[in-house]
């Protein structure tokens, strides 16, 4: 069964604290994608990872790809209130072009 | 501004009507999907397009009919609502498989 699974599903931490959300998947995939959703708003997409070792950072955010664990983490740096968002992993299924399999999200609310 | 746009963003439904969401993007994008996103679900994909004159069913397409009318426009047609169809849509394009998603703002759909 493809299955995508995020832990924790539930974060909740201080400003200024650092702190790492996982994302394991069961498919071979080369691609992985990473997006954010605010409370009651559409998604947004964060990160788009390609290749195993692949690395992105956008401001406060680092994304990273093991396709040989089947795993990404996305590292959050020195967390502040405007970080505060629901965030999603998906991977692409190996055969299809086009269908993504999700993970549950990971809801995280930054206290100040 | 450059998207995808989705009407309605609000529908209440009585069970067994049906109505169709519309989904328009002016990005040029040759593939077009639509998701429903249930709480603790994360995304599931009812129907996607490839490219303009072709549909494929997703994960769950039970209930659902869609049509590419153009490479602009993907609607999504709820023939006899249930209220097991009641959730958020999301409508989605882009541009490649190494490109991540731009999304709708949604239709928050109920079905009573």
Same mark, same amino acid.
């Given at each position: 069964e493809l299955k995508v699974e995020q832990n924790p599903l539930f974060l909740s931490m201080q400003e200024g604290k650092n702190y790492t959300i996982y994302c394991n998947y069961s498919t071979t995939s080369d691609r992985l994608y990473w997006y954010r959703q605010d409370p009651g708003k559409s998604l947004e997409s964060l990160f788009v990872l390609l290749s195993n070792g692949a690395v992105k950072q956008e401001g406060r955010l680092m994304a990273s790809l093991d396709t040989k664990a089947r795993l990404s983490t996305l590292h959050i740096t020195?967390?502040?209130?405007?970080?505060s968002a629901t965030y999603f992993c998906a991977v692409d299924v190996v055969g299809s072009n086009y269908q993504l399999i999700w993970g549950a999200g990971t809801k995280l609310i930054i206290k100040p | 501004n450059a998207g995808v746009t989705q009407t309605p963003k609000f529908q209440v439904l009585k069970t067994g009507q049906s109505m169709t969401l519309q989904c328009a993007q002016d990005? !040029?994008?040759n593939s077009m999907y639509w998701y429903r996103q249930d709480p603790g679900m994360g995304l599931r994909l009812i129907y996607y397009s490839a490219s303009e004159g072709t549909t494929d069913k997703g994960e769950v397409p039970n209930g659902y009919n869609v049509s590419r009318? !153009?490479?602009r426009e993907f609607s999504l047609r709820l023939e006899s609502a249930a209220p097991s169809q009641t959730s958020v849509y999301f409508c989605a394009s882009r541009q490649g498989i190494n490109y991540g998603y731009t999304f709708g703002s949604g239709t928050r759909l109920t079905v009573v």
């Open positions: 020195a967390a502040v209130h405007d970080l | 990005m !040029n994008h009318l !153009n490479k």
